[in-house]
């Protein structure tokens, strides 16, 4: 079964624990955890130490994404990322980049924090040409020589992070895409994480679907398990086309802009951090939207029974959505892994991915009105969903005709 990702906010650790606990009674035979990895990044590692060891009573991986993409920013030289042992406040180039000295202090940072698996450092990169690129894949190398001359015993995950636009272009996959996977491959890395950006915007357009789609088909070409990074968006859509499984946050974080998290670690932007707290993840629409929209719309007869959480373990009543929304979230995303693997093709696992966003481009149009009429500024994008039934029905449509011939 595909597996999820889950990477908590700094406030999510009691949520963790809670999610990860075992049942209260011994004897009842103990189910899967809604978690299948435990992803945190280093900054919260750092500051919550209990995350790993709900990870590891758990007995799932426990991952520190050490994001030094934030190495090619300025950060805020009083933020808990600066204080990391491999941080630098100051935007380095490539050229400043010491491979074997952030290799190792990434690394041994990782093992401090209890890391069962080993993250790569890596690099934004704008396009498969960019330096960026080039040293990502040096990093990975260098991280792999570490882990094996060490005799660390940890697998090695490594990040692919790029520009969507550049690295999904047909003419750049064997460039980008490609090239990452077969030097993952040549090092025995054990699992590759895609983390294009920007990609999850209610406004993202058909093309750009079709670029991510073909991306990641190209990533699945290599050996090793490939999983969508930072990507709560098209995770369950990029696990019907074949991807391992996803990373996203709780009701935030969920999906990918690279420049925007560079930029707001900076000193002068502080101020302009995001406003507001998680969302309420609503599994029909597949995202999390601002509470207040989501309680005028799970207050209202007309639109509660199409959008309440349709399982009573998870959310007996409608307050429990609202309330205790960061492990709905979780939970609901688990559920519809399960219900993708059920499902005994690929062709399949499209068609209902093609179906659930039909579905909810005609439900946020409703949901839309509806907040409109309450004069509640947010709308729930459509463009996206309409792009995304189009994209799995056509893949759904290429893998029947390949299927045939
Ligand atoms: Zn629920």
């Known amino acids: 079964m595909a597996q999820l990702l889950i990477r908590p906010s700094l406030n999510d650790h009691q949520v963790i624990a809670d999610l990860l606990a075992p049942p209260p009674m011994p004897t009842i035979r103990r189910s899967r955890p809604p978690i299948a990895q435990l992803v945190a990044d280093a900054h919260i590692a750092a500051q919550r130490p209990t995350l790993a060891e709900s990870a590891n009573d758990a007995g799932i991986p426990f991952l520190v994404d050490p994001t030094t993409v934030l190495l090619q920013s300025d950060v805020d030289p009083t933020s808990s990322w600066a204080k990391l042992p491999f941080a630098s406040a100051r935007p380095l180039s490539v050229d400043d980049i010491d491979v074997e000295g952030l290799v190792e202090q990434v690394v041994q940072f990782q093992m401090e924090q209890g890391a069962t698996r080993i993250i790569a450092p890596y690099l934004y990169a704008s396009e498969p040409g960019d330096p960026a690129f080039a040293m990502s894949i040096r990093l990975l190398a260098s991280t792999a020589h570490y882990v094996r001359d060490n005799d660390v015993p940890l697998p090695v995950v490594a990040i692919l992070c790029g520009q969507l636009r550049q690295f999904a ?237």
């Open 169 to 405: 272009s047909a003419q750049a996959l064997d460039l980008g895409v490609g090239r990452f996977v077969d030097a993952a491959e040549a090092h025995g890395v054990h699992t590759v994480g895609l983390c294009f950006s920007p990609v999850g915007t209610p406004g993202d357009s058909y093309s750009k679907l079709v670029g991510l789609f073909r991306a990641a088909a190209r990533a699945t070409r290599a050996p090793m398990p490939i999983v969508a990074w930072r990507q709560g968006i098209y995770g369950p859509a990029l696990v019907a086309a074949g991807l391992a499984g996803y990373e996203t946050g709780i009701g935030t974080g969920e999906q990918t802009n690279i420049a925007r998290q560079q930029a707001n670690r900076r000193a002068k932007d502080k101020a302009r951090r995001t406003g507001g707290g998680p969302g309420t993840y609503l599994d029909q629409f597949g995202r999390s939207i601002p509470k207040p929209a989501a309680e005028l719309l799970l207050g209202i007869n007309e639109m509660r029974p199409k959008l309440m959480c349709d399982d009573e373990g998870c959310c007996p009543t409608v307050a429990d959505t609202l309330d205790n929304g960061r492990p709905h979230a979780v939970r609901s995303r688990a559920r519809q892994l399960a219900e993708l693997a059920e499902q005994p093709h690929r062709r399949w696992r499209l068609h209902t991915v093609a179906r659930h966003a039909e579905a909810a481009a005609t439900l946020a149009k409703q949901a839309n009105r509806v907040l409109e009429s309450a004069a509640i500024k947010h709308k729930i994008g459509t463009k996206n969903l309409e792009a995304l039934a189009q994209v799995m029905t056509e893949l759904g449509q290429a893998d029947q005709t390949s299927r045939s011939a």
